[in-house]
């Protein structure tokens, strides 16, 4: 996987959700073929193990316990990295989660939660960092991390995480018809 066009040297990455699963396998990919890591999480144990991880693979890292539910602390996350490192080349929103229950079921509290956590973590992230991208001269990459369920469904009872997904889907078709030729910023769902 390390030929010369998959390689991030001296790139800075941001990865929401850094501290475990998809996340923390990409922190630790991005690391591998040469890119700084600014690690977001929740839990501040699991930022620290991964950037850890990132040091011993030769490359920077920040942790930033991050909760991406509270725009504040999402904005905290993108200064630090951009103060810490001089620059932002690539964000991938990946924090989210789900609690699968029937829609008649499911409070507006767990419907608010599942948006917040879902779409406008990814929102106050992404107006965060374009603006730093832009900055630096040379563009950048964001990546969203979406569900085929924002797409279809799968008989799962999942209305308001898939309804935030879909929204995600949609803010990634408009910043990459709104970016990529004039701003040089990718914008792409995963």
């Given at each position: 996987m390390?030929?010369?066009?998959?390689?991030?040297?001296?790139?800075?990455?941001?990865?929401?959700?850094g501290?475990?699963?998809i996340?923390?396998a990409?922190?630790?990919?991005?690391?591998?073929?040469?890119?700084d890591?600014?690690?977001?999480?929740?839990?501040?144990?699991?930022?620290?193990?991964?950037?850890a991880?990132?040091?011993?693979?030769g490359?920077?890292s920040?942790?930033?316990?991050?909760?991406?539910?509270?725009t504040?602390?999402?904005r905290?996350?993108?200064?630090s990295?951009?103060?810490?490192?001089?620059?932002?080349?690539?964000?991938?929103?990946?924090?989210?989660?789900?609690?699968?229950?029937?829609?008649i079921?499911?409070?507006?509290?767990?419907?608010?939660?599942h948006?917040?956590?879902?779409?406008v973590?990814?929102?106050?992230?992404t107006?965060?960092?374009a603006?730093?991208?832009?900055?630096?001269?040379?563009?950048?990459s964001?990546?969203?991390?979406?569900?085929?369920?924002?797409?279809?469904?799968?008989?799962?009872?999942?209305?308001?995480?898939?309804?935030?997904?879909?929204?995600?889907?949609?803010?990634?078709?408009?910043?990459?018809?709104?970016?990529?030729?004039r701003k040089?910023?990718?914008?792409?769902?995963?």
């Amino acid at each position: 996987m390390n030929t010369p066009d998959m390689l991030l040297t001296d790139r800075v990455a941001v990865i929401t959700g850094g501290g475990g699963g998809i996340g923390r396998a990409i922190a630790l990919a991005c690391a591998s073929v040469g890119a700084d890591v600014v690690i977001g999480d929740i839990i501040p144990e699991r930022c620290e193990e991964v950037a850890a991880r990132v040091r011993e693979a030769g490359r920077r890292s920040l942790a930033v316990p991050t909760d991406v539910t509270d725009t504040g602390q999402v904005r905290a996350l993108i200064d630090s990295a951009a103060s810490h490192f001089g620059r932002i080349d690539i964000l991938v929103n990946n924090a989210g989660g789900v609690s699968p229950r029937p829609f008649i079921d499911q409070s507006e509290r767990s419907w608010r939660r599942h948006i917040d956590l879902n779409l406008v973590s990814m929102l106050a992230a992404t107006s965060a960092a374009a603006p730093a991208m832009i900055r630096g001269g040379r563009g950048g990459s964001i990546i969203n991390v979406s569900s085929i369920l924002g797409l279809t469904t799968a008989g799962l009872p999942q209305a308001a995480y898939a309804s935030s997904k879909a929204g995600l889907i949609g803010l990634t078709r408009d910043l990459a018809q709104q970016w990529t030729g004039r701003k040089g910023i990718r914008v792409n769902a995963l």
